[in-house]
């Protein structure tokens, strides 16, 4: 299989005006004949549809949630990234191009990227004209904050709550589409499988959540916006909901999975207090803004925080990356962070945790700015830990929680398969091997807003597809493979929960696919987690019946997802000799210790092709090629 990107050629700066230019168009009238299936309503999906509708075409959304409120989009903390240079800091479109490829250590596609920042213009404007209250400076004008990577303030937020923010607006859009009557809503439907009819994506099978019916959909495109899977790891910033099983579902009817082992491990969040967890709890990155992490200099140091006087803290990030201090990417930080609690230096009962102190920023700024900034996160802190942040430094460790992997796709959003678009957290495209922080939104709008409008158009105008009804075979084969599956799940009646296999599944990934990774450790992953899978499939007990609300039944198709996912992470891993961005390969670090990458190797996206449940996935690589950029050594110091 020969990977096409579609990237226009000739110069970056117009590339995305040239390709709209010689995109297909559907006229007006017949917009409304295609229907378009958008599955998903956080960012990605909320803005696809509500884009969609408002253009005139049929469109069917659906979600998991009881409301597309709850996506999982509404977490989002700290804030929007756009090059629009208010702070007059010396911002620009190439720098925030710049500042995103390297920051997923060039490997991501060099077009998608210049694309993205040139749109993150376009997304402020739009999401202003919806009333999302950014907030603002005393002069009326919107106000900016720092995220890592970076050496200018282009961040726009909304307090801690910038995704809930952006996602009621997105609403507002889509159901005024609803109520137009373009948007059918369907909520708590969850997608179980893709159509595929004469090579190229029908339709989808669903399981209504409620009454446990299975229902198909059936449509010209589909638009596949299904957020995330660090969930994969158990324990992670993300809801318990988020899940890889559509697009796991998908790369099973033939869709390439890009980069899986490229999940991003973030370094601010609340540390795992015991077993009984569900979750772990993010503390925005935004807060290294004002906070300073550190740590104390010696390993015997058992002191209270505010014991430890000055001339016996380490503030590592600063000391060791003096140009970006605090504000360093999230792969550097959170390696930092493991590597001085290896050192046996870190904090708390487990000492799996580094200070992050606001003591400096409050003498400074007072509380009150500080409580304005950040009190919807100070306020999360205190009732997760019992601790006031005002008067005691945080606590803070890495977890996992973002995945730059996905379903592959090519400039047009479209997958391998034909029809089957992918936008936002699930597919693969514009963050390489490392994610800056508070740029998953504005792709996620980008794609929505004001990618897929255009792109979609080209394909269904590009025509030579016939009407397909949802009594078509291929509906029923898939109705039938979906029904299969949740058979056999609800058969095993066995001893264990599904809760325990996903825990030790999740543990096994974080040590071996976590923060660091070698290959013996990869290559006893695999085997242990076949063997998992195994006794998953022989031993798990998932209760109730298949006609009526069962979340035990969800969350059991879900792990058995996880188990597939996880093997496939471990093999790219494993594949990939080099270190870049998140996945640091012990092997490959420099003398010094810092990661090494291999341009002349791996300077390439690797495609994973599924090859059937018990025989090796085959490995398709699309070079990446850097034009617009010198590739360099990645240095925050
Ligand atoms: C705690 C936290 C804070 C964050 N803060 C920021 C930030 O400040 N800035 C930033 O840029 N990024 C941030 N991120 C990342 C960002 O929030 C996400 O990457 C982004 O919101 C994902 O949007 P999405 O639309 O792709 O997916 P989601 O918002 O996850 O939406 C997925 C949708 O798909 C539906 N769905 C899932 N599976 C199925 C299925 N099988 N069938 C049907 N429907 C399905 C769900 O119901 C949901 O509607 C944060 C992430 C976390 C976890």
Request: charged share 25%.
């Amino acid at each position: 299989m020969t990977l096409t990107s579609h990237v226009p050629s000739g110069p970056l700066d117009t590339a995305w005006d040239r390709h709209k230019s010689e995109l297909k168009l559907v006229n007006p009238a017949n917009k409304r004949k295609y229907t378009v299936i958008v599955v998903g309503t956080g960012l990605a999906g909320a803005s696809a549809a509500a884009s969609l509708g408002e253009l005139g075409y049929n469109v069917v959304n659906l979600c998991i949630h009881d409301s597309p409120r709850r996506a999982h989009s509404v977490a989002a903390q700290g804030g929007i990234n756009a090059a629009k240079n208010y702070q007059n800091d010396g911002d620009s479109i190439q720098r925030l191009f710049y500042d995103t490829i390297k920051g997923g250590d060039f490997r991501a596609r060099e077009a998608n990227v210049y694309r993205l920042a040139q749109l993150s213009v376009s997304i402020i404007d739009q999401c202003v004209a919806q009333g999302v209250p950014f907030a603002r400076e005393y002069g009326g004008m919107l106000s900016n904050r720092s995220f890592g990577g970076a050496q200018v303030s282009r961040t726009f937020y909304a307090r801690g709550q910038t995704g809930q923010q952006l996602l009621l607006g997105a609403y507002g859009s889509l159901m005024r589409q609803v109520d137009a009557g373009t948007i059918r809503l369907l909520p708590q439907r969850e997608m179980l499988d893709l159509v595929v009819v004469d090579g190229r994506a029908r339709g989808i099978v669903c399981r209504n959540l409620v009454t446990g019916a299975l229902e198909r959909y059936a449509g010209d495109a589909v638009v596949l916006c299904t957020g995330g899977y660090s969930t994969v790891y158990f324990l992670s910033t993300n809801a318990v909901n988020s899940n890889a099983t559509a697009v796991w579902r998908c790369y099973k009817r033939g869709a390439l999975f890009a980069n899986p082992c490229f999940t991003q491990i973030h370094p601010t969040c609340i540390p795992v207090q015991g077993e009984e967890q569900s979750k772990l709890t993010l503390m925005s990155e935004s807060l290294r803004n004002d906070g300073r992490v550190w740590v104390p200099k010696s390993s015997d140091d058992r002191r209270a925080p505010k014991d430890i006087p000055e001339s016996d803290r380490d503030y590592f990030l600063e000391r060791i990356y003096p140009a970006f201090g605090n504000l360093v990417p999230r792969d550097v930080a959170s390696r930092a962070a493991k590597m001085v609690c290896d050192e046996g230096r870190g904090v708390g009962t487990t000492r799996l945790a580094v200070y992050l102190d606001f003591a400096d920023a409050i003498q400074r700024l007072g509380e009150d700015v500080i409580r304005e900034r950040y009190g919807n996160l100070f306020q999360m802190y205190e009732e997760i830990t019992a601790e006031d942040p005002y008067h005691a430094p945080m606590r803070i460790y890495p977890a996992p929680h973002y995945s730059m992997g996905g379903l592959w796709v090519d400039y047009n959003l479209m997958s391998t398969i034909p029809g089957l678009h992918v936008l936002g957290e699930a597919n693969f495209s514009d963050h390489g091997a490392n994610r800056l922080g508070a740029s998953a939104l504005m792709q996620g709008l980008a794609d929505g807003y004001f990618v897929i409008p255009y792109t979609i158009g080209h394909y269904l105008g590009s025509g030579g597809f016939g009407a397909v009804s949802t009594d078509h075979q291929a509906f029923r084969d898939a109705e039938h493979a979906v029904e299969e599956n949740v058979r056999r799940l609800l058969a095993i009646r066995g001893k264990r929960t599904i809760r325990e296999f996903h825990w030790q599944l999740g543990r096994l990934l974080w040590d071996r696919v976590g923060m660091a990774r070698k290959a013996d450790g990869l290559r006893d992953a695999i085997d242990k987690i076949r063997a998992l899978r195994e006794e998953f499939w022989q031993d798990v007990r998932v209760p109730g019946h298949g006609q009526e609300f069962n979340k035990s039944l969800e969350m059991a198709g879900r792990v058995a997802d996880y188990f597939e996912l996880g093997e496939l992470m471990c093999r790219d891993a494993l594949e990939r000799e080099e270190s870049c961005g998140c996945h640091l390969r012990d092997e490959h670090r420099t003398p010094e210790g810092d990661p090494k990458r291999d341009d002349e190797n791996y300077a390439f996206v690797a495609a994973w092709e599924y090859a059937g449940n018990d025989t090796a996935p085959r490995l398709h690589k699309e070079p990446l090629t850097f034009s617009n950029i010198q590739l360099a050594t990645r240095s925050y110091k």
